[in-house]
């Protein structure tokens, strides 16, 4: 069964308007954390904006805020004012503190900005 | 404060040759990891380190793959006699791990990747 779910393979939205990505994940372990990539076409990955399963409050990050929906089991990446800069493959991924360090990665959305 | 490196960025072999990557994480990150992407996914983990102790293994990792972080620095990703199927983009990441347990975000940032083509 897939843990992270992205069901957006592409989206487009005209620049300097918000966009939301979707993340919906699957887990049994109580403590989590969820996480939001971008990656240029250059290739590196890089952070965004992170979201504790304990945490009270949705996480945000300048122009990046996370809809954090606990019960739904989604992690929903908002991206407000897009800039012709924010066109990238997004990234969900999951961290299981009872599985150790590693992430468990969706399959991303492809998210082109138009001018 | 200088990020993670990756050398090569790029690598051609043919089939059957060995290869070998390396990553030098951010200095005082005592985590070190490796994924594999492939065109159109997501990364896949293939093991991890915390100093110099390898902890996890990915069952993606066959035996033809293996992974040294020897004084708890630098790693190296090494493979042998290389099948086209291991084409794909090979990330480094690093984290700093303080035990924080479920508080802890433990933030991995990540390499530029080497891009490998298998002929």
């Known amino acids: 069964a897939q843990k992270i779910t992205q069901t957006q393979p592409g989206m487009f939205v005209q620049e300097k308007e918000a966009v939301t990505l979707d993340c919906t994940y699957d887990?049994?372990?109580?403590?989590?954390?969820l996480f939001w990539y971008k990656q240029p076409s250059s290739g590196e990955m890089i952070f965004l904006i992170y979201?504790?399963?304990?945490?009270?409050q949705n996480a945000t990050e300048g122009r990046y805020s996370l809809n954090f929906q606990k019960a739904r089991k989604s992690a929903n990446l908002v991206i407000s004012a897009s800039q012709l800069g924010d066109s990238a493959m997004y990234f969900c991924?999951?961290?299981?503190?009872?599985?150790?360090?590693?992430?468990?990665f969706g399959q991303g959305t492809e998210l082109s900005v138009k001018p | 404060d200088t990020g993670v490196s990756q050398n090569p960025r790029h690598k051609i072999t043919k089939r059957g040759q060995n290869v070998t990557f390396r990553c030098d994480p951010i200095?005082?990150?005592?985590?070190l990891y490796w994924y594999r992407q492939t065109l159109g996914q997501g990364p896949e983990f293939l093991t991890y380190?915390?100093?110099?102790?390898?902890?996890?293994k990915s069952r993606l990792l066959s035996d033809r793959f293996s992974a040294e972080r020897p004084k708890g620095s630098f790693s190296t990703l090494e493979i042998q006699r290389t099948e086209q199927g291991d084409s794909a983009m090979y990330l480094c990441?690093?984290?700093?791990?303080?035990?924080?347990?479920?508080?802890?975000?433990?933030?991995?940032?990540f390499g530029p990747g080497t891009r490998l083509l298998v002929l």
């Open positions: 990441a690093s984290s700093s791990s303080t035990g924080g347990g479920a508080s802890s975000q433990e933030t991995q940032y």
């Open positions: 887990t049994s372990d109580p403590s989590y954390g």
């Open positions: 979201q504790g399963s304990y945490d009270q």
């Open positions: 991924a999951m961290r299981e503190y009872n599985q150790g360090g590693k992430l468990i």
């Open positions: 200095s005082e990150h005592n985590r």
């Open positions: 380190f915390q100093n110099e102790a390898q902890l996890e």
